[in-house]
């Protein structure tokens, strides 16, 4: 992980982030837009229901590095989700925390600063192991660099699904232990 958030850091930025959606809500109630305000209610539910859910995962430097993601300098806007209910066995937490950071850092280094560059991960359990998709849009300048990063991701489990200057979605698997 880049930075080792302290326990005051933390509280900031959530209490900016919570904040800023009581003013979207705030507003919107002010110019009369119910449907809208409910609407901002909805989605800050699901993600609070996310966050809860990636927390679950037993996890905590990699739910972390998630829940942290868009408090830092990238040049994407992150979000997750949690597929599954049930509580997850352990896999190699430190492999996919280190290699979803190296990814972060080699996609910072790829994209066209001041773009809608958005990542989404989606984080699914299935028999064996858990799935990670990573679906990226947005503008990437350097494909090569990026392309080289997943072709060359060592032992961890890497499948490259569609990859374009515009859009890349990738897929890393990681067994259970």
């Given amino acids: 992980m880049e930075k ?14 919570w904040l800023n959606r009581l003013q979207l809500i705030k507003g919107n109630l002010d110019l009369n837009r119910v449907d809208r305000a409910k ?3 909805d989605q800050i539910i699901i993600e609070t229901q996310h966050e809860s859910k990636l927390s679950n995962l037993k996890m905590p430097l990699f739910a972390a590095l998630l ?9 994407f806007q992150l979000d997750y989700e949690v597929l599954h209910e049930t509580e997850t066995k352990p896999v190699n937490e430190g492999e996919i925390t280190n290699w979803t950071s190296s990814f972060f850092s080699v996609l910072d280094r790829s994209l066209e600063a001041f773009q809608e560059n958005s990542l989404s991960v989606c984080i699914d ?53």
């Fill in 4 to 17: 080792n958030w302290d326990v005051v850091e933390v509280l900031r930025h959530s209490r900016h982030d």
């Fill in 39 to 41: 609407a901002i209610v």
């Fill in 67 to 75: 829940l942290t993601a868009n408090w830092g300098k990238h040049l």
């Fill in 125 to 177: 359990q299935v028999k064996d192991g858990i799935r990670f998709f990573f679906d990226f849009s947005g503008i990437i300048t350097e494909t090569m660099l990026l392309k080289e990063f997943l072709e060359h991701s060592g032992k961890t489990d890497v499948t490259i699904g569609s990859f374009s200057d515009t859009e890349l979605s990738v897929e890393v698997f990681m067994p259970f232990r």
